[in-house]
C-alpha cells in the first residue's frame, strides 16, 4: 500500500516494473491539522447495522443522512459538485480518445474468478488470429500466468498486477497503453481482475463490458452481484459443455439477468469445446461494425470480421 | 475493497479544490451517495480516515446524504423509488426499468478553513 495515502498504486505493477504514482499534484498543499484531535461536535456516530432478523441476514449501509450544519465563524462552504469517479472518468476518456485515434476496438471482459475468461480470449484469438491484430491487457493481483497463457497463443500480452487492488482503473490501462505498442486497427481485449464487485464501477475508456458467467455457478449471481450485470453489454454464459452434468437451469439465470438488464443479450457457450464461440465473434463482429458506423472505428477489422 | 479508490478519489478531488479556493483545513465533507451506487458506505467512511490521515482532510467529518433509487418503468411509464436493481414495476410487474435516479456518488459540498 502507498505510505503517502494508502491507496494501492504502491504495489501495482505492469509487466512486473513499478507503476509512477498518480499523485500528479505540482502544487505543494499546506495544511493544518485540526485543532483539538476530539472536537466533540465532529465525533464520528457509527452508522447502524440492521439486522434482519427473519431472514438472518445483515444490512450495512443503512445510517441516516447527515444534516448540513457549517460550524464556527472562520469556516466556510466550499461547492464541489463532482462525481467521486471524475479522476478516473477523465482518464478513460483519455483512453477513448487515443483508442478511437488508433481504430482500436476494446471490450473489457469482467467475471468471478474460474468463470473462464482467460480460456474464452485464448479461444477468441484462436479463431481470429492472422485475420488481423490483437492484443490483450490482463489484469491479476499477483503473477503473469494469463499473461504467459496469452503469448503462447502468438499475441502481445501485458501484465498488470494490481498488487491489493481489486480492480483494473483507468489510470493503470492509460500507462499500459503507453507502455504497448498495439497497431492501428486492432481488437484489445481487457482481462480484468475475477471479482464481481469491484470492476463494475471503474470506466476504463473500453467499448463494452462482457460479463462472463459460468454454468459452474449459482443461476442467482445476477441478483446477488447486480451492479457487473447492470454495468455489461453482453453476458456470455460460459462451460455450456457441462450442463448435463449439472442442475443449473440456464433460462432462470438467463431471466434473473433480464430482472436487473432487460435486454441484454446473452450468448451460450463453451469455450473449451468451441461451441456457441461463432455467435460470439459474430457479436463483436457486429458491434464493430455499430462502432465504425456511429463514428471513428475499425473499418478494416470490421471488413475483416465480416 | 474499491471504497479505498474511491476514498483516495474523494482526496484528490478535495486536494484540487484547496489549490483553486485556497484553503487549509477540511471540516466536514459531505457526500452525495445514492442507493445503488456500488458503495459500502461503512467501508467508504473507514478507507476515508486512512486516506485522510496526514493530509488537508485529516480528522475532516464525512458526512453522507443518502440519494434514493428511482426509476421509470419503460413497459406503463410509472415513476417509482427503487431499493434494488431487481425490483418489478409495482403497477404492471415488469422488469424493464429504467433507473433515473440514485445510481451515482458525488462530493457535494466542503466545510473548509
Redesign the interface.
Same mark, same amino acid.
Given at each position: 500500500m502507498c505510505t503517502t !495515502? #494508502? $491507496?494501492?498504486i504502491g504495489q501495482t505493477r505492469i509487466n512486473g516494473q513499478s507503476m509512477p504514482s498518480r499523485h500528479r499534484?505540482n502544487?505543494r +498543499?499546506?495544511?493544518? =491539522?485540526?485543532q483539538s484531535?476530539h472536537d466533540p461536535a465532529?465525533e464520528?456516530a457509527a452508522?447502524p447495522?440492521t439486522a434482519d432478523h427473519t431472514t438472518d441476514t445483515l444490512h450495512?449501509?443503512t445510517?441516516?443522512?447527515?444534516?448540513?450544519a457549517? #460550524?464556527?465563524s472562520?469556516?466556510?462552504?466550499?461547492?464541489?459538485?463532482? %462525481?467521486? +469517479?471524475?479522476?478516473?472518468n477523465q482518464f478513460a476518456a483519455e483512453n477513448r480518445r487515443y483508442l478511437a485515434e488508433h481504430c482500436i476496438f476494446a471490450l473489457n471482459l469482467v467475471s468471478s474468478p474460474g468463470s473462464g475468461k482467460t480460456t474464452v480470449l485464448v479461444k477468441t484469438i484462436e479463431m481470429l488470429r492472422g485475420r488481423f491484430p490483437i492484443a490483450v491487457i490482463e489484469g491479476d493481483q499477483q503473477t503473469d500466468h494469463d499473461a504467459a497463457r496469452i503469448r503462447a497463443t502468438g499475441v502481445p500480452a501485458l501484465q498488470i498486477n494490481t498488487g491489493?487492488? !481489486?480492480?483494473l %482503473?483507468a489510470h493503470m490501462i492509460g500507462q499500459a497503453l503507453q507502455q504497448m505498442p498495439i497497431r492501428d486497427n486492432s481488437l484489445l481485449f481487457i482481462e480484468n481482475v475475477g471479482n464481481l464487485? $469491484?470492476p463494475?464501477?471503474?470506466d476504463l475508456g473500453e467499448a463494452h463490458k462482457v460479463v462472463i458467467l459460468s454454468a459452474t455457478e449459482g443461476e442467482d449471481k445476477? +441478483?446477488k452481484y447486480? %451492479?457487473m450485470f447492470?454495468a455489461a453489454d453482453l453476458m456470455l454464459l460460459n462451460k455450456c459443455d457441462l450442463l448435463p452434468h449439472l442442475t443449473f437451469d440456464v433460462d432462470l439465470a438467463i431471466s434473473?439477468a433480464?430482472?436487473?438488464? =432487460?435486454?441484454l443479450p446473452v450468448l451460450q457457450i463453451s469455450a473449451t469445446l468451441g461451441s456457441g464461440m461463432q455467435a460470439w465473434i459474430d457479436w463483436i463482429s457486429a458491434e464493430c461494425h455499430r462502432a465504425a458506423a456511429a463514428s471513428q472505428l475499425p473499418q478494416h477489422i470490421d471488413s475483416t470480421l465480416g | 475493497m474499491h471504497e479505498l479508490s474511491l476514498a483516495e478519489s474523494i482526496l484528490q478531488l478535495i486536494e484540487d479544490a484547496a489549490v483553486e479556493q485556497q484553503f487549509t483545513q477540511v471540516k466536514t465533507v459531505w457526500l452525495e451517495i445514492g442507493q445503488l451506487a456500488c458503495v459500502e458506505q461503512e467501508s467508504l467512511r473507514f478507507f476515508f480516515t486512512v486516506v485522510t490521515e496526514d493530509s488537508i482532510a485529516r480528522q475532516a467529518k464525512l458526512e453522507i446524504i443518502d440519494i434514493a433509487g428511482q426509476a421509470m418503468c419503460d413497459q406503463c411509464h410509472q415513476v417509482m423509488m427503487i431499493a434494488t436493481y431487481h425490483q418489478a414495476c409495482p403497477q404492471c410487474g415488469s422488469y424493464a426499468l429504467h433507473v433515473t435516479q440514485g445510481d451515482g456518488m458525488r462530493i457535494k459540498e466542503l466545510e473548509v478553513e
Amino acid at each position: 500500500m502507498c505510505t503517502t !495515502c #494508502g $491507496c494501492g498504486i504502491g504495489q501495482t505493477r505492469i509487466n512486473g516494473q513499478s507503476m509512477p504514482s498518480r499523485h500528479r499534484s505540482n502544487t505543494r +498543499l499546506r495544511y493544518r =491539522p485540526m485543532q483539538s484531535a476530539h472536537d466533540p461536535a465532529h465525533e464520528q456516530a457509527a452508522a447502524p447495522v440492521t439486522a434482519d432478523h427473519t431472514t438472518d441476514t445483515l444490512h450495512f449501509g443503512t445510517g441516516i443522512a447527515g444534516t448540513h450544519a457549517p #460550524g464556527m465563524s472562520q469556516s466556510r462552504m466550499v461547492k464541489i459538485e463532482r %462525481d467521486i +469517479l471524475t479522476k478516473n472518468n477523465q482518464f478513460a476518456a483519455e483512453n477513448r480518445r487515443y483508442l478511437a485515434e488508433h481504430c482500436i476496438f476494446a471490450l473489457n471482459l469482467v467475471s468471478s474468478p474460474g468463470s473462464g475468461k482467460t480460456t474464452v480470449l485464448v479461444k477468441t484469438i484462436e479463431m481470429l488470429r492472422g485475420r488481423f491484430p490483437i492484443a490483450v491487457i490482463e489484469g491479476d493481483q499477483q503473477t503473469d500466468h494469463d499473461a504467459a497463457r496469452i503469448r503462447a497463443t502468438g499475441v502481445p500480452a501485458l501484465q498488470i498486477n494490481t498488487g491489493k487492488g !481489486c480492480h483494473l %482503473d483507468a489510470h493503470m490501462i492509460g500507462q499500459a497503453l503507453q507502455q504497448m505498442p498495439i497497431r492501428d486497427n486492432s481488437l484489445l481485449f481487457i482481462e480484468n481482475v475475477g471479482n464481481l464487485v $469491484c470492476p463494475s464501477g471503474f470506466d476504463l475508456g473500453e467499448a463494452h463490458k462482457v460479463v462472463i458467467l459460468s454454468a459452474t455457478e449459482g443461476e442467482d449471481k445476477p +441478483l446477488k452481484y447486480p %451492479d457487473m450485470f447492470h454495468a455489461a453489454d453482453l453476458m456470455l454464459l460460459n462451460k455450456c459443455d457441462l450442463l448435463p452434468h449439472l442442475t443449473f437451469d440456464v433460462d432462470l439465470a438467463i431471466s434473473y439477468a433480464h430482472r436487473i438488464h =432487460p435486454g441484454l443479450p446473452v450468448l451460450q457457450i463453451s469455450a473449451t469445446l468451441g461451441s456457441g464461440m461463432q455467435a460470439w465473434i459474430d457479436w463483436i463482429s457486429a458491434e464493430c461494425h455499430r462502432a465504425a458506423a456511429a463514428s471513428q472505428l475499425p473499418q478494416h477489422i470490421d471488413s475483416t470480421l465480416g | 475493497m474499491h471504497e479505498l479508490s474511491l476514498a483516495e478519489s474523494i482526496l484528490q478531488l478535495i486536494e484540487d479544490a484547496a489549490v483553486e479556493q485556497q484553503f487549509t483545513q477540511v471540516k466536514t465533507v459531505w457526500l452525495e451517495i445514492g442507493q445503488l451506487a456500488c458503495v459500502e458506505q461503512e467501508s467508504l467512511r473507514f478507507f476515508f480516515t486512512v486516506v485522510t490521515e496526514d493530509s488537508i482532510a485529516r480528522q475532516a467529518k464525512l458526512e453522507i446524504i443518502d440519494i434514493a433509487g428511482q426509476a421509470m418503468c419503460d413497459q406503463c411509464h410509472q415513476v417509482m423509488m427503487i431499493a434494488t436493481y431487481h425490483q418489478a414495476c409495482p403497477q404492471c410487474g415488469s422488469y424493464a426499468l429504467h433507473v433515473t435516479q440514485g445510481d451515482g456518488m458525488r462530493i457535494k459540498e466542503l466545510e473548509v478553513e
